[in-house]
């Protein structure tokens, strides 16, 4: 996990549209379903590892309570300052690994949507086991493999302004691991190979429902909208969007409907 130079995730702008946008209609379910699947009890310490503006930490905080505690790390001090607005759960500048905290620190240790960003996930997971207690659960969430028409309808679209073989190399430097974290049994070796016992990989799916202007905004704001972006004069950038609204139309109608399919995988760590 870590704040590459030109991640959107470093922009007060585009975080602020993430924040109203893609965690309210992405992240908000799968956090839930996260949260639900560790377990979360009253008095657990828990970590959120890339816990951006808060979607999964906010939930799991309830469940810890008041003798509990819930903490959020994460590389981009733009994520924090965003979740500062609407929590005063502790918030920590750091990534995965070189979490700063000792060993066997944790109740729960959890990252949503996360491995895909890191450049080494292996270490990723080595670090968060190291702060998880023993005998105590680890859980990620990772985007499945279902075709994304809404993405499907961008790739086309931007490959009229753009070379799409250098977008997606581009983006694969930003998020390494997107692809190989699509499979369950990529994400199940991932969590197995970190030594954690019992693991289970189960799949959800979630409807995802917006505006087409939301849907802009969305894409827009994401890895590959700013990649994108980067490289469109201002011109080309209102025929891009006006080419990609009028598509979406085309495709869906006034308003774009479609699933998205996560797999949530859970592990516990064993005694030494």
Same mark, same amino acid.
């Given at each position: 996990?870590? %704040?590459i ?35 979360? #009890?009253?008095?657990?310490r828990?970590?959120d590892?890339? $816990? ?10 309830p469940?810890a ?21 609407? !929590? ?6 750091? +990534? ?24 080494? !996930?292996?270490?990723?997971l ?10 105590r659960?680890?859980?990620? $969430?990772?985007?499945?493999?279902n075709?994304n028409?809404?993405?499907?309808v961008?790739?086309?679209? *931007?490959?009229?302004?753009?070379? $799409? ?7 694969r &430097? ?5 692809e190989?974290? #699509? ?6 070796? *991932?969590?197995?190979?970190? &030594? ?10 979630? %409807? ?6 939301? !849907? /802009? #905004? /969305?894409?827009?704001?994401?890895v590959?909208?700013? /990649? ?6 201002? *011109? +080309?950038?209102?025929?891009f969007?006006?080419?990609f609204?009028?598509?979406?139309? $085309?495709?869906?109608g006034?308003t ?17």
């Open positions: 996990m870590t %704040a130079e030109g991640s959107p995730y470093l922009d007060a702008t585009l975080v602020a549209s993430y924040e109203r946008l893609a965690v309210p209609l992405q992240f908000a379910a799968p956090a839930r379903d996260l949260v639900a699947a560790l377990d979360v #009890s009253t008095g657990d828990v970590l590892v890339g $816990t951006g503006t808060g979607a999964a930490l906010i939930q799991a905080a469940h309570g008041l003798i509990g505690i819930a903490v959020g790390v994460d590389p981009s001090i733009e994520m924090l300052r965003a979740l500062r607005q609407k !929590c005063g759960l502790p918030l920590v500048l750091a +990534q995965a690994p070189g979490l700063p905290f000792p060993k066997d620190s944790f109740d729960a240790v959890m990252a949503s949507f996360v491995l895909s960003h890191s450049e080494d !996930c292996e270490e990723t080595a670090d968060m086991m190291r702060v998880l207690r023993p005998h659960r680890l859980g990620v $969430t990772s985007w499945g493999s075709p028409p809404v993405s499907k961008w790739t086309d679209v *931007a490959a009229r302004f753009v070379n $799409t073989e250098e977008l997606k190399a581009a983006f &430097k930003m998020i390494p691991w997107d190989w974290f #699509s499979q369950a049994a990529n994400l199940q070796q *991932a969590l197995e190979q970190a &030594k954690l016992v019992g693991v289970q990989v189960f799949r959800r799916e979630y %409807a995802m429902r917006m505006s087409v202007e939301n !849907c /802009l #905004s /969305l894409r827009e704001g994401n590959e909208g700013t /990649l994108l972006r980067r490289q469109l004069q201002p *011109a +080309q950038r209102e025929e969007n006006q080419q609204a009028d598509a979406l139309r $085309t495709r869906f006034k774009v409907e479609y699933a998205r399919d996560v797999y949530i995988g859970i592990g516990t760590k064993p005694f030494s």
